[in-house]
């Protein structure tokens, strides 16, 4: 299951059903997006899990590309989490390469939203 609310949920379940699509493991477990006003942490988002359930806070001031590209790097990690791969720095390695090629892929694939 998938919860988000405000101006970018659309492009959100967007991105979360074509990374479903790829990642089966990502429906089998409960996501929320939460944007939210990360400046003062200096990072677009990051991902937190209890039990299953994943939050994923999200800048509320990206941008279409930067929004994109961190909720796969994002959903890349709750794949990762799901397949049991805890290494931190295999982790950012894969997540920063997939959130490059899949995020050109869903770019290329998709209209952008009307609300950015």
Known sequence: MFVMTGKNSVLANQVIEFMS??????????????????????????CLENNNQFEIEI????GYFDFVTTLIHELVHVDQNVRG?????KREN??????????KKFM?????CKVF
């Not at 699509?21 to 990051?46: A, C, H, K, M, S």
């Not at 894969?94 to 995020?103: D, N, R």
């Not at 290329?108 to 952008?112: A, H, R, S, V, Y």
């Open 59 to 62: 800048h509320d001031k990206l």
């Open 21 to 46: 699509n790829i990642y089966p493991n990502l429906t089998e477990v409960d996501i929320e997006v939460i944007p939210t006003d990360l400046t003062e942490d200096n990072v677009f988002g990051w």
């Open 108 to 112: 290329l694939e998709n209209e952008p």
């Open 85 to 89: 791969l805890f290494d931190d720095q």
């Open 94 to 103: 894969e997540a920063y390469i997939l959130e490059k090629k899949l995020g």
